[in-house]
C-alpha cells in the first residue's frame, strides 16, 4: 500500500512513518521543509492549508494519514480544521478514499470515567479551549466528507517507546487510561488502514 503522511516530521508523523515502513508499505512524507523529512521515503513539500500542493503530494496515494497537530506555543486556532479543509479537497481531486486523522480524545469528554470527565477533562477545557474547538471542528469538517475516514483520538501523548498491546474502543473512550505514547499512536494509525470495520468512527486509543 502506498501512504501518504502529512506531517511527517512531527512526533506523530515520525511515528506513523516507521511503522508504515516496517509493514512494508511505500511511504510519501509531506512535510514543510524537505529536510525535515524521514530517511528512506519519498518526500513531498506541501504547506497543510494549501490543497494544490497536497493533491500533488497525495496523488497515487491509497492512503493518507494526517497527522497535522497544534504545536506548543504556537498560536493557530484554526489549524486543524483549515488543514483538514485543504486535504479534503486535494483528496477529492486526486481520488483518493481513505483518510485517518489524528484527533485528541481530550476534546470529548461524553462516556468517560468519573476522574476524566467531572476533573481532569474541564480543567483541560479551560486551558486549551482554542485547541479543542479546532479538534473538534476539524473532527465536523472530515465527517461531512464522503471519504472513507478513521479519526484517532489518543489521550495525553507522551515519549518513549510505545507498546503494540494498547488499548482502543470504537466510538467510546477508554477507562483509567491516561497517557499514550507517539509511537503507539503511529502504530494506531498504520493498523486503522487494515481494520475497515474502523471506517465511519472515532477510535480511542490509549496504553
Given at each position: ?6 506531517g ?21 512524507s509531506?512535510?514543510?521543509?524537505r ?24 496523488r497515487g ?89 478513521t ?18 474502543r470504537v ?35 490509549t496504553?
Amino acid at each position: 500500500m502506498r501512504i501518504a503522511v502529512i506531517g511527517a516530521s512531527g512526533r506523530v508523523g515520525s511515528a506513523t512513518v516507521r511503522h508504515a515502513v516496517a509493514a512494508g508499505h511505500d511511504v510519501v512524507s509531506v512535510v514543510r521543509t524537505r529536510a525535515t523529512a524521514p530517511a528512506g521515503t519519498v518526500v513531498a513539500v506541501a504547506d497543510g492549508r494549501d490543497a494544490a500542493a497536497l493533491a500533488d503530494a497525495v496523488r497515487g496515494a491509497d492512503a493518507v494519514v494526517s497527522c497535522i497537530g497544534h504545536v506548543t506555543g504556537q498560536d493557530d486556532s484554526t489549524l486543524l480544521r483549515d488543514s483538514a479543509s485543504a486535504l479534503i479537497e486535494a483528496m477529492g481531486s486526486t481520488g483518493v478514499r481513505r483518510l485517518v486523522a489524528i484527533s485528541a480524545a481530550a476534546a470529548y469528554v461524553a462516556g468517560d470515567d468519573p476522574v476524566s470527565r467531572f476533573i481532569a477533562k474541564p480543567l483541560l477545557e479551560r486551558m486549551l479551549k482554542d485547541n479543542n474547538l479546532d479538534t473538534r471542528a476539524m473532527e465536523d469538517v472530515i465527517r461531512g466528507s464522503d471519504l472513507d475516514s478513521t479519526l484517532l483520538r489518543p489521550s495525553r501523548l507522551v515519549p518513549g517507546d510505545g507498546s503494540p498491546h494498547y488499548r482502543h474502543r470504537v466510538d467510546q473512550a477508554v477507562w483509567w487510561h491516561y497517557n499514550t505514547r507517539f509511537d503507539t499512536v503511529g502504530r494506531a494509525a498504520v493498523d486503522a488502514l487494515v481494520h475497515p470495520e474502523w471506517n465511519g468512527h472515532a477510535v480511542f486509543v490509549t496504553e
